[in-house]
């Protein structure tokens, strides 16, 4: 995918020329769609080719802009009078426009998008492949919202395309990320917008007021390397309770490393060393790092309990029950003296997933890499429930 020197607005009815434009939005894509691929959104991005081109996996595209939408603001006004400019959608507001610069890109119902039968790559475009689009276009909206917070940058609106990709036979977010597919306000005033609206919005094109345009490109591509990193920096620490618990705790580590959390495994017994448990406890808590605890302990389970009595940061119980004496032995994670606040679960995965969501609320990589997993288990379910009627009709 090449870019090109080209900055345009109205269906290029108005058509510039602006020097390093090209190398700009390469890198602006670049790093929006490596963001999201590391949160687990298929895309077609590849890797980067160089200052202006990017390698991309061979799509048929489908002739669709999907805008979601935080603000209103733009066409959503003229289209929708008596709407107040900032008036704010929860969820975000979809909407879908058909590719026809001729007739100015009309608005799309999905009644009129199944109802074109479009064929891309083998995959006819029905209920489910709209849904699927609808549903991962909201999904790509807040990733890129929660990612610019940090910056204190409100992703006011974004448009994107998808692609079937010709040989997996998937629908992957496709085209191109760059400062012409969103608003982007910084603090939340439109007066300072640094996206392509600038450009629209002015009444003459001077190499001056060119020079402005490109300052603000400028600015979003230096910033959009920062969507990559967080300052925010945490940990799981495993406490077993036995070196027999191993296994379980090893599958508490490898979910963890799904959502690029480190995790250390610790051996301590609440019951047969308690100055050691709370030694090993006060070594996490010295360094500043943000810990959440998750407490392996079988038969009668004291780890927890005394953990949590003794920390302010969150621990979770996960106990390895026997088949034998599971039923008896979970009592000991769940009837707790009060005071204490430690939750319970059994699954490994699930206290990985609590601790993810625990350190997603300021941490906006590992934020996304939930809200991911969210989109690719409604997809499966989805593309399951299509499988089985095609197979029941």
Known sequence: ??????????????????????????TTTSCVFQLLQEAGIKTAFVRKHSDTAFIAAHCEMIPIEWV????????????NPGVKEGYKFYPPKIEMFFKDDANNDPQWSEEQLIEAKFCFAGLTIG??????????TQAIFEILEKSWQPQNCTLV?????????????????????????????????????????????????????????????????ERVELLLKTKSQGRVVVLMGSPS???????????????????ELRVTSAHKGPDETLRIKAEYEGDGIPTVFVAVAGRSNGLG?????????PVVNCPPLSADWGA??????LRLPSGLGCPTTLSPEGAAQFAAQIFGLNNHLVWAKLRSSMLNTWISLKQADKKLRECTL
């Open 1 to 26: 995918m090449q870019s090109k020197d080209q900055i345009t607005a109205g269906n290029a009815a108005r058509k510039d020329r602006m020097e390093g434009k090209a190398a700009i939005s390469n």
């Open 68 to 79: 979601c939408r935080r603000i209103a603001t733009g066409s959503f006004l003229k289209r």
């Open 127 to 136: 209920q489910t492949e709209v849904d699927i689009m609808a549903r991962s």
């Open 157 to 221: 609106d974004l448009k994107i395309e998808f692609g079937v990709n010709i040989l997996t036979k998937e629908i992957v977010l496709a085209d191109v990320i760059d400062n012409d597919s969103w608003r982007l306000w910084p603090s939340g005033d439109r007066s300072q917008q640094k996206d392509k609206q600038s450009y629209r919005d002015l009444k003459e094109v001077t190499p001056e007021a060119l020079q402005m345009v490109k300052r603000n490109f400028e600015w979003v591509a």
């Open 245 to 263: 618990d191993l296994s379980h705790c090893e599958k508490i580590k490898k979910a963890c490393a799904t959502f690029g959390i480190p995790c």
């Open 305 to 313: 309990p005394v953990m949590s009595g003794n920390t302010a940061y």
């Open 328 to 333: 008896q032995d979970v009592w000991s994670s």
